[in-house]
């Protein structure tokens, strides 16, 4: 399954606004047959524009909130500060690969 580069860049757009791939398919009106194959790209195809579309989309905005959290919780924010110390426990268990 190939897409024009403008359906990639309203893939990445609409991941970044954290829609899941099946809503997305019917979005940029992938056909009805093809949906799933797309949804199936978008999770595991690592070698795809699709696959690297989507995620890309959804990591700018986990980037953004994870910003957001990281910058309250210097702030002092009682309610950012936990979400940060988890974040830093993941960020250490992808360092560790577990």
Sequence with gaps: ?????????Q????SAALLPPAEIAILIKIDFTNRKLFCEICKTHEQSA?????????????????????????AGSPA?????EKYIKEQIIGENGK
């Excluded at 399954?1 to 860049?9: A, F, W």
């Excluded at 579309?53 to 990281?70: A, H, I, W």
């Design 1 to 9: 399954m190939e897409l024009t580069d403008e359906q990639l860049k």
């Design 11 to 14: 893939v990445e757009e609409m």
């Design 50 to 74: 699709i696959y690297d579309s989507y995620q890309r989309g959804k990591l700018t905005t986990k980037l953004e909130l994870r910003r957001t959290v990281v910058k309250l919780a210097k």
């Design 80 to 84: 950012a500060e936990p979400l940060a």
